[in-house]
């Protein structure tokens, strides 16, 4: 058993309260001009920092939610036009959210609901703990109002299925228009190559790739070779360095408090050091560019650009020698997607890399068990005051036990949950991605996995092995009644789970209450406050936390229906939330035209399977074998259904289509344009052979 009705009402109220004071603090603050840098660095790095803001007196100091209201006006024309197709994918699936819990809403609070709490009832259910009884843990053993359930578990399925095949559908098509109407891209000219041979005549790698790109490809342009990594630090630690002595500079400029701060500690002295500094590294960048010094740091590694797409797309699909290892062929990353340092790992060190990752995911989860397993142990209080009685001063203090028993896991756990994304991004960085799409897609695929493992199924199993301590699962048929008992057990657990996630975690988001810390102390010490806290659309955090809430939602359907108008709200806010950020916070930094989309579809697949495993065994336990029979069709259309989609939709995502590529060579030609080939061929020149021009030095600007 769960938490009782109190517990849900005070994390409802919590929860509540804290999404109201963050949404109306922040329609306040985000009209405030000093906050720009916060809420809208896109903005102000496009350089209309200023729309929106209200003159001092117009509705400045008054709390506003017409935001949300822009927000649902937006259309997916326009997110697609500003912020490309993999934003688009990420509002569609909370509209996926919306669409499939507002008519999983009617059904279990008009169909389920009623049939809970009207049943005859458990022995074992107090009739006080009302939340219980609108469960399905209220129904007898045995009644033929399962069959309700079932029909309930069917109509759902199906309706899932059906919205799933049509989002499937959609993103492809949208894929497919996307690579036509920006058939300028330098990526759809070029292809990355990678363990090229030695040039036999003359030793180098570039004469190898010219060599064999001019005699097996009549539309061949150019080739770029990537160098060795070295420079791009000296360039990363030069620009560091400019920006340091340009933030130093405007301090000067700043109030009589700040000018003291920069007398007091030598600021002025750094200053001269620093610039001395700068022009060192400038000195060994310039070294650097020699073409003597370049020859020596190359390596088998080259961007390779055709005139048409059509080639670029076979050259990248096809194996171009008869070892598989020698010219390995990929499509190239976008320019400003490409990780410049990555791209000279061999094979053999990206093998041991993932190794060394999976170890690091494996320790990392189970480290998190301790803190799942606490928050369990919160949730199952009273058996926590029989085994330690001082636990029972709680108590004491009028409704801090329903806080401690409703609010505290859910935040507890929220609060850790939000470090895990930044620590899967980061051991997906030492993994070897030539690109930062494919490096947050990886962090994507891992943060949702771990989520599954350490979050929904530990979290149910820790609370039941509070009342099974001593049994084990040895017999593998008892999974699914296993299963189902465990998820029947923590459902209050999962509402307020999503209460904090989507209310609290949601309102936190648009707050960003760190960024205004750290924005107020740099204005008020620090003398610079105009620069816009600018940073690249999270995908690695918020596609796999939203898709898990998408599973605990589907796998509740059936079970506790009560849960599911929560979860439409949770989407509707989120999707709110998300659009503004959007527009006015995050930059998109890359569009790999829709990758995203199938990884949310097996998320999605991954929870209706749950939720049919479950019910399985939850008609099990509820001795109607029959329904658990009539399940298992169900379930093999399911995985019939998603291996239909990985043959009729998936090849799309890995593949270019040659018929898109010669339709837009096509088009070119008519027109009597050649695309973009002056702009791919500088598009993929390396950062070390680009010049470089810092204002702070008085050097001149480095030319190749």
Known sequence: MGMDAEGLLASAAINLGLALVALSLFSMLKKQPGNAPVYRPRRMAAGDGGAGLLPLGHGRLT???????????????????????????????????????????IVGVLVLAPTNYTSEGRAGIRR???????????????????????????????HVVYLL?????????????????????????????????????????????????????QTYQSYQIVHDIGNIEALQLASSIDKQIKRKRETRKCNIWQRIWFKFTSEAINIQRQEEKLKDVQQAIRLLQCENMLKQKEVPVAFV?????????????????????????????????????????????????KIG???????????FTIPVTAVQGIVQFEKIKRWFPPARAVQLIPGLNSIVTGYLPSMILNGFIYLVPFAMLGMASFEGCIANSQKEIKACNMVFY?????????????????????????????????????????????????????????????????????QFLKAHWLGHSKEPHLYGFPYYRVVPIVSLAILIGV??????????????????????????????VYEITYDTCGQYWPKIHHYIFLSVTLMQITMIG??????????????????????LFNEYCKVRFLPTFHHRPVQVAKQSDELDEAEGTTGNLDDARSAYKPPWMRPTNLESSSAQPLNV
């Open 63 to 105: 709390p506003s939610f017409r935001w949300i209201g822009a927000a649902f006006r937006l259309s997916e024309e326009d997110v697609l036009r500003r912020h490309g197709l993999d934003a688009l994918v990420v509002i569609r699936l909370f509209k996926f959210g919306i669409r499939c819990f507002t008519v999983c809403s």
């Open 128 to 158: 006080s703990n009302s939340m219980e009884l609108f469960t399905v843990t209220n129904v007898t053993r045995g009644s033929n109002r399962l069959w309700v359930h079932f029909s309930c578990l069917c109509f759902i399925s199906f």
């Open 165 to 217: 095949h049509k989002e499937y559908k959609e993103i492809t098509r949208r894929r497919i228009e996307h690579l036509k109407h920006h058939c300028n891209r330098p990526d759809q000219y070029t292809i990355l190559v990678r363990g090229i041979p030695s040039c036999p005549d003359h030793g180098t790698y570039g004469c190898y790739v010219d060599h064999f790109f001019s005699k097996h490809y």
């Open 305 to 353: 650009t055709f005139k048409s797409r059509l080639d670029a797309a076979h050259a990248a699909e096809t194996q171009q020698l008869v070892n598989p290892l020698s010219l390995v062929t990929t499509y190239a990353p976008e320019p400003n997607d490409t990780i410049w340092k990555n791209l000279a790992i061999p094979f053999w060190r990206m093998a041991m890399y």
């Open 357 to 367: 990752v999976f170890v690091a995911a494996f320790l990392l989860i189970v480290f």
């Open 450 to 518: 771990f989520l599954l493992g350490n979050v929904f199924f530990l979290s149910i199993l820790s609370g039941s092995l509070l009342d099974q301590l001593g049994e084990s699962f040895t017999h593998p048929k008892d999974i699914p009644s296993r299963l189902a008992s465990a998820v029947s057990a923590q459902s209050d657990f999962f509402i307020t789970y999503i209460l904090t996630n989507g209310m609290s975690g949601f309102s936190l988001e648009v707050l960003q209450f760190g960024l205004l810390t750290w």
């Open 555 to 584: 796998v509740y359907a059936v079970v506790a229906p009560l849960l599911l108008p929560i979860l439409l709200i949770y989407f509707l806010l989120g999707y709110a939330v998300y659009i503004n950020q959007m527009e006015d």
């Open 618 to 639: 939850l008609f099990g336990l509820k001795s109607k074998p029959g329904a658990s029979f009539a399940t298992i069709p169900l379930l093999v259309f399911n995985i």
